[in-house]
């Protein structure tokens, strides 16, 4: 099958930035286990595995359509340096994938490519899951203060 080469290019695109954020994510978690912030790691590292799973979705769709998965071209991950930090680039990140996948979205419509849009669509919802637990995150920060939420996010062997 050959698919359109712009679609192509706007599902790389989208499967550049879940490259990004396999990678931030994983790391933010990581860190977060280090911290001793057993609930936070948990949290990040299943979007972590989330990201992953879409991405070998997308790659797969790339090559059905005839296309070479760019695994090469990788931006920027952003290294939160503390917890609300941590949170704050991983919203920063997903508001950018929603911009690249709403567009990719937007291109398969025009291009009559309903597969990849439905599959865009999951990805953009999964997307939207998440941003919305990170904006809860920031609310509790908020509310509650950070050493609260920071006491929160340990297990109870830790407390």
């Known amino acids: 099958m050959t698919g359109d080469k712009e679609v192509i290019r706007a599902l790389n695109k989208v499967l550049g930035q879940s490259l990004i954020a396999i990678n931030q994510y994983f790391l933010h978690a990581r860190i977060a286990r280090?911290?001793?912030?057993?609930a936070l790691n948990d949290s990040l590292y299943k979007q972590s595995i989330a990201e992953m799973k879409w991405s070998d979705d997308?790659?797969?769709?790339?090559?059905?359509?005839g296309g070479l998965p760019n695994l090469?071209?990788?931006?920027?991950?952003?290294v939160g340096e503390d917890v609300p930090e941590i949170?704050?680039?991983?919203?920063?990140?997903?508001r950018q994938k929603f911009d690249i996948i709403t567009d990719?979205?937007?291109?398969?419509e025009t291009k009559s490519d309903y597969v990849s849009r439905q599959l865009l669509v999951t990805l953009k919802d999964g997307n939207e899951d998440y941003e919305d637990w990170l904006e809860t995150q920031q609310d509790l920060?908020?509310?509650?203060?950070?050493?609260?939420?920071i006491q929160s996010?340990?297990?109870?062997?830790?407390a």
């Open 34 to 38: 280090h911290w001793g912030l057993e």
């Open 141 to 149: 920060i908020e509310s509650i203060g950070v050493e609260r939420y």
């Open 58 to 65: 997308l790659i797969a769709r790339i090559l059905l359509l």
């Open 87 to 94: 949170i704050e680039c991983n919203l920063r990140l997903e």
């Open 153 to 158: 996010q340990m297990s109870d062997d830790d």
């Open 72 to 78: 090469q071209e990788l931006g920027k991950v952003l």
């Open 104 to 108: 990719a979205v937007t291109l398969c």
